[in-house]
């Protein structure tokens, strides 16, 4: 696994270097850039260089965010973004898709020198979304409890027609569903939205589950957090430092994502009941002390998944504790075994409102 980082060793004059090349290209294709969002720096295992970054740029009379990498051409290792355009491609495939999955294009594979080095430049191409993410627009609006329902049950509908179509995603959060509202309908109204998902880099197919092996977790981890679950006991001491951070984003991980379990679609259940939670509440349910590092960072999500017990909800959202205690169960046997259960529960609970 790789992460993406801030660049950490090229001088000053090379980041301009880089994104004028890689302007320059995209003009070639026919985009105008607009504005460079990040520029970042991707270390894999076997220490080969990526850089990635966000542009934003015209092309026929629409506004798209082109999310792209360089590589050196003798690398053949797969990043973060190969691993997400291959998922893209098989997914496109799936007419089931359509209205949940982010209409992506790709740009046209080519090369560039910078420094007398040659490297690919590839990536994928999407809509800009002006009004940005979930998680952006409820730190912007006051929402009343049925508006936040209508966006959470557009998300719902979203996981489920991946899971529909045989996937999982890996990495559900409000970061990762923009918002779009069509031109001829009233802003003001949540079920107006178009709610896309993006972000696949994680995904992988339901019948080809994989353990994640990026995270190593010694036995007395595992050890530990069974105890936990049968006994009630929350002994923090008693787990081992794990090695290294599971694939995904820590404040959504599902228990067996940190003991080194299958990814399931019941930790995709769990991450939406985190964000169902965080949507209604405002904040998360588990929460850390800020970190030295990753892998004690690492120690202290896995406590507050695997051990923590589910927070009570505000007494104005209490109706909904039944089924946040469910989506939240350490057990992933005992969660929804569907995210169609999970939508019958929250239309009931739209028609009750």
Same mark, same amino acid.
């Given at each position: 696994?790789s992460?993406?980082?801030?660049?950490?060793?090229?001088s000053?004059?090379t980041?301009?270097?880089?994104?004028?090349? &890689?302007d320059?290209?995209?003009?070639?294709?026919?985009?105008v850039?607009?504005?460079?969002?990040?520029?970042?720096y991707e270390?894999?295992?076997?220490?080969?260089?990526?850089?990635?970054?966000?542009?934003?740029a015209?092309?026929k009379?629409?506004v798209?965010?082109? !999310?792209?990498q360089?590589?050196?051409?003798?690398?053949?290792?797969?990043?973060s973004?190969?691993?997400?355009?291959?998922h893209?491609?098989?997914?496109?495939?799936?007419?089931?898709?359509?209205?949940?999955?982010?209409p992506?294009?790709f740009? $046209?594979? @080519?090369?560039?020198?910078?420094?007398?080095?040659?490297?690919?430049?590839?990536g994928?191409?999407?809509?800009?979304?002006?009004? %940005?993410?979930?998680?952006?627009?409820?730190v912007?609006?006051s929402?009343?409890?049925?508006? $936040?329902?209508q966006?959470i049950?557009?998300?719902?509908k979203?996981?489920?027609s991946?899971?529909?179509? %045989?996937?999982? +995603?890996?990495?559900?959060k409000?970061?990762?569903?923009?918002?779009a509202?069509? !031109?001829?309908?009233?802003?003001d109204?949540?079920?107006?939205?178009?709610? &896309?998902?993006?972000d696949?880099?994680y995904?992988?197919?339901i019948?080809?589950?994989l353990?994640?092996?990026?995270?190593?977790?010694?036995?007395?981890?595992?050890? @530990? /957090?069974?105890?936990?679950?049968?006994?009630? /006991?929350?002994? $923090?001491?008693?787990?081992?430092?794990?090695?290294? +951070?599971?694939r995904g984003?820590?404040a959504?991980l599902?228990?067996e994502?940190?003991?080194?379990q299958? &990814?399931?679609?019941?930790?995709d259940?769990?991450?939406?009941?985190?964000?169902?939670?965080?949507?209604?509440? %405002?904040?998360r349910?588990?929460?850390v002390? !800020?970190?030295?590092?990753?892998? +004690?960072?690492?120690r202290?999500?896995? &406590?507050a +998944?695997?051990q923590?017990? /589910?927070?009570l909800?505000?007494s104005?959202?209490?109706?909904w504790q039944?089924?946040?205690?469910r989506?939240?169960?350490?057990?992933?046997?005992q969660?929804p075994n569907?995210m169609d259960?999970?939508?019958?529960?929250?239309?009931?609970?739209q028609?009750?409102?």
């Open positions: 696994m992460t993406l980082q801030v660049i950490p060793f090229i000053d004059n980041v301009p270097l880089i994104l004028q090349r &890689v320059g290209e995209l003009t070639q294709q026919g985009y850039p607009l504005k460079a969002r990040r520029l970042g270390a894999s295992a076997s220490d080969t260089p990526c850089y990635q970054g966000m542009t934003q015209e092309y009379n629409g798209y965010m082109i !999310k792209w360089l590589q050196p051409l003798s690398t053949s290792a797969d990043s973004l190969d691993v997400e355009m291959a893209i491609k098989q997914l496109q495939r799936l007419s089931v898709l359509n209205q949940s999955l982010m992506y294009q740009i $046209k594979v @080519s090369t560039i020198q910078i420094q007398d080095e040659w490297w690919q430049l590839s994928l191409v999407m809509p800009y979304f002006e009004q %940005g993410s979930i998680k952006d627009y409820l912007t609006q929402l009343t409890e049925l508006q $936040k329902l966006l049950l557009s998300v719902a979203s996981i489920a991946l899971h529909q179509a %045989g996937w999982i +995603h890996g990495d559900i409000p970061s990762n569903f923009l918002m509202m069509p !031109k001829h309908k009233r802003p109204a949540a079920s107006d939205w178009q709610v &896309v998902m993006i696949l880099a995904a992988q197919a019948d080809r589950p353990f994640d092996d990026s995270s190593v977790i010694n036995n007395s981890l595992n050890n @530990s /957090v069974n105890n936990s679950l049968n006994n009630s /006991v929350n002994d $923090k001491a008693a787990l081992s430092v794990m090695q290294n +951070h599971p984003t820590a959504y599902a228990p994502c940190w003991q080194g299958p &990814v399931s679609v019941q930790s259940v769990y991450a939406f009941g985190i964000m169902l939670y965080e949507m209604l509440v %405002g904040s349910p588990f929460t002390a !800020k970190a030295q590092d990753l892998r +004690h960072s690492s202290l999500w896995a &406590v +998944h695997c923590t017990p /589910v927070p909800l505000p104005q959202y209490q109706h039944s089924l946040i205690d989506l939240l169960t350490k057990h992933s046997q969660r569907s259960c999970v939508i019958e529960v929250l239309e009931q609970a028609h009750a409102l």
